[in-house]
């Protein structure tokens, strides 16, 4: 096997490569942050490579790290040569281990799990589920949802903000992509859903992966079986039915290829549908989560975003033709993605031997591009750890600058449905209430798939008073590192 050339730190002998895996899991960003400083904006994880952190490949010659435009364009326009491989990582490799392993055939796969020609039919078939006017349709949804929270919400209590908005974006997901008419079976797939999520993202999970009494690999497994029996319980419902209920799993039930006739069959079905709800409902919560935090952290952008909303909406929801009169709101969340990107890393594997920034790639090398690093290069964004909603005025940028939905063919295809989605939800939140950070809070930053707050984000909340100066300051963790804070 061709070894890696891309210069990187030197593993110390027996358990170097796991320390280094383990070191990257714990902080992804810190310490790629380090190795960028030393190394330059292509790096190896460990010199001369060997590691594997997520690719389901029996042989991976090593992992890379990659920031910036040039790279972040390389790896996303060359699809044949960079490949997606399903969410599960290293576990779909178990697939074929036993009958209770073959939901991992599916679950996370969709989109992010097939390449080439057989990506783009299932990305065309997909397309008319996000189509601007489908979109467009959801809006009762968003705020008939985010009218429930807000009525649930206590004032002058403490909430975790983080937990809130993943509720919010949750019902949101459950609705619009199993529809109102499944009742509580909607409600019990999303929880599903949702727990094995959790297990996904526990590191101890992948390290001892077996099938065992006590096991979380096992737990998963038994949940996976779970929902795939109640998943095709829907599935085959909504075929007997015959009718577009107005909901994503409908139209896509209906979707059919122009050329081919071909349909997406039951497992293709199942596997999108899991990488809608995971990749939908995680980040657009993290990305209200940390818009949230950043306004009250910066009272006169806070000031001037609410005198934006009362001037256009007056305190009611939105209309779409009132989204387009609140450019304030569009550059505040334009910039909150920017400097705390919900998605850090676009993780990808070579499918053959390839050159990025001047090194060779061997087939199968691991390549992470950061989103998270290139959005703070001081060439492209002057002062980059500042929230300067401002800057997004007169700046123009290209789809590797600003990299918030990947780029390319594969971007990301809900992009407008979590534009409007977190348009919508902060603009009704933010007229009924100011959120304000504790005394002393600490608040620490964990990345891999999303960056989210570790332990979630305890604030006050109270009825919107203005007094945004409340909370400014005082805080601790690793947040003072990653933003300007007063």
Known sequence: MTKLTVPGPKPLPLFGRTILVSNFVKDSLGFTSQLFQKYGNLVSLARGGGTNVYLPLPNCPGTVFTYGAENVQAVTTQPEIYYKYPLTGVLYLRRDESPRTEPLKHFGVGLFGVNSDEHRRHRQLLMPAFHQKRI????????EITESICQKIEVNQVIDVAKLMRLLTLRVATKTLFGADIGEQGSKSAELLKQIGILLGNPIMWVVPFDLPGFQFRRMLTLMAELDEEMREIIRSRQASDSDTGDVLSMLIKA??????MTLSEDELLGHVSVI?????????????????????????AADLLN????????????????????????????????????????????????????????????????????RDSDIYPEPLKLNPQRWENLEVDNFQYNPFSAGSRKCIG???????????????LQKFRFQCLPQQKITCKALIVLAPKGGLPMLVSQQDRDFRKGVGGLRGNIRELVELG
């Open 256 to 261: 059919k290829d122009a050329e081919t006739g």
């Open 308 to 375: 934006e909303l009362d001037g256009v909406l007056q305190g009611n929801a939105p209309t779409i033709e009132q989204l387009q009169k609140l450019p304030l709101l569009e550059r505040v969340i334009k910039e909150s993605m920017r400097i705390l990107t919900p998605v850090p890393w676009n993780a990808r594997a070579t499918s053959q031997p390839t050159v990025l920034g001047g090194y060779e790639l061997p087939a199968g090398t691991e390549v992470w591009a950061s989103i998270f690093h290139t959005h």
């Open 415 to 429: 992009a407008g449905f979590a534009m409007m989605e977190i348009k919508i939800v902060l603009a009704m939140l």
């Open 277 to 301: 709800f995971a990749a939908g409902h995680e980040t657009s919560a993290n990305a209200l989560t940390w818009t949230l935090f950043l306004l009250s952290q910066h009272p006169q952008i």
């Open 136 to 143: 467009e349709s959801y809006c009762n949804t968003f705020i």
